[in-house]
């Protein structure tokens, strides 16, 4: 049975880690083509309060998508350290506890999200041509919240279980039938906002029901038996890991949301610019977020067989080729930041305030594969409520006062606004290292009692 899961624990780390995180690395290539084609149909086949409105909504989607991809690293984590300790047999609970547990919580935020799309788009201070199309956007793909929900659930599962392959294939499935559907609906029926936002909801759908499919057909080292379909107390388990993640990711997206409101209140040309170059974002993080997705199952995996060094060197391993990589990104954001938005729209002022954003975020590529490989060495060692802290460290005490004062400037540029980003991340590295070197030390102190006791 165990030969079908990916074993983490033995062989070389930069080889084993690349094949692991390259099918992940795809499938977020995906999702950010996924969630880029409603822009940039809307932006070449809508209107400029469209291309606003997309921006707006999908920062209040995000936020939504990100707390449940956080709860899902919960269960990630607990099934790696499962495997690693080789108790294969707790992996049917695990799976059909998140089941229960995440069709309740789709139901609760769906209904939520319908009732308080309004507010909440007045909230982020959405340009009021704008406004109604916003509220639009946000309720249909709310209505569909489920869909988003269960395929970040089935993701998680997989990947706790070392197989990113399924992952890419559900994903790229998504993909494909979201760029028909904006095609469709956006420029073929002239929709605008509503067409993209079906688009997406539908795309999901068949998404979910497709990997549903798949899953049945896939012969599972363990066994799942329908009792395991119940609030059980492994729910609890994967929350108390799942939930600093969270709860993190609800106040840093809010903090993105904030910023968007900072950045709203400059007019529409920010505001789409600003879409358009969080477009762009979502591409420069491809590396340090599927560096961060493959660390936690990597870390955990290893950190349950009881080999803490080979868990360092992974760590280290992926912060080299994180930042290697982040250079080119870098540049290239830096050098050829309009011509990267002007594939999503081809209003010059929206161009150049997208270019004017992207110069000023760019170092982010570098220093956030560093970031985010410290963080997933430590969601695998289930340091959650630490993660959680750094977090809300960078937020509160650096990017979003560095965001405000630059916005309110006389001659506030959005240049300096995306400064706050990358600068936020090098605190949060003095933070990680700070812990790095405290946790090191402790583990060699326990390491050496645990010794003396054997003797």
């Given amino acids: 049975m165990r030969e079908q899961i990916n074993d983490f624990t033995t062989g070389n780390i930069p080889v084993k880690l690349a094949k692991f995180m390259i099918p992940i690395l795809g499938a977020l290539i995906l999702q950010a083509m996924y969630g880029a084609v409603d822009l940039l149909v809307v932006g070449w086949f809508g209107t400029t309060a469209g291309l606003s409105a997309v921006s707006t909504g999908s920062n209040i989607i995000n936020l939504i998508v990100f707390v449940t991809a956080g709860l899902s690293m919960g269960v990630t984590v607990l099934l790696g350290r499962y495997i690693g300790e080789q108790r294969e047999e707790r992996c049917g609970k695990v799976i059909g506890g998140a089941v229960c547990f995440f069709a309740v919580a789709s139901i609760v935020i769906g209904i939520f999200m319908l009732v308080a799309a309004r507010p909440l788009s007045i909230l982020m201070q959405a340009p009021e041509e704008a406004l109604d199309l916003t509220v639009l956007y946000v309720r249909i793909c709310g209505g569909g919240i489920l869909f988003i929900i269960a395929y970040n659930m089935i993701s998680s599962i997989f990947r706790g279980l070392g197989n990113s392959r399924l992952p890419l294939i559900f994903v790229a499935i998504a993909c494909v039938v979201n760029i028909i559907g904006d095609l469709v609906f956006v420029a073929g029926f002239h929709m605008n906002v509503a067409g993209a936002a079906l688009a997406t909801v539908m795309a999901q759908a068949v998404s979910v029901i497709l990997s549903v499919i798949i899953i049945r057909r896939q012969q599972l080292p363990f066994s799942i038996q329908k009792e395991d379909f119940r609030f059980n107390s492994e ?32 007019g529409l040309d920010a505001s789409s610019g600003y879409g358009v170059a969080s477009k762009i974002v979502t591409f420069v993080m491809l590396i340090p977020s599927s560096l961060m997705q493959s660390m936690a199952s990597f870390v955990a995996q290893n950190v349950g067989a009881g080999k803490e060094k080979r868990a360092r060197q992974s760590m280290l391993t992926g912060m080299a080729i994180g930042a290697s990589i982040g250079v080119f990104i870098m540049l290239l954001a830096w050098f050829k930041g309009d011509i990267l938005a002007g594939l999503f729209t081809n209003d010059p002022l929206v161009i150049m305030r997208a270019a004017e954003y992207l110069k000023g975020f760019c170092p982010e590529a570098i220093v956030t ?32 006062p560095m965001s405000y004062v630059m916005s309110i400037q006389p001659n506030a540029t959005l240049t300096m606004i995306g400064l706050a980003a990358p600068t936020a991340t090098c605190f949060g590295i003095i933070i990680n290292t700070l812990y790095f070197i405290y946790l090191s030390r402790k583990m060699k102190k326990q390491n050496t009692e645990g010794r003396k006791n054997e003797r």
Avoid at 238 to 261: D, N, Y
Avoid at 374 to 400: C, D, E, P, W
């Fill in 235 to 266: 729910i609890r388990r994967f929350l108390k890991v799942g939930t600093p993640i969270a709860l993190q990711e609800i106040l840093t997206q809010l903090s993105f949301l904030a910023l968007c409101a900072f950045i709203n209140r400059l």
């Fill in 369 to 400: 594969s560093i970031l985010f490989s410290f963080i997933g060495y430590y969601n695998g060692h289930s340091k959650t409520v630490f993660v959680m802290l750094q977090g809300l460290a960078q937020t509160f005490l650096v990017r979003l």
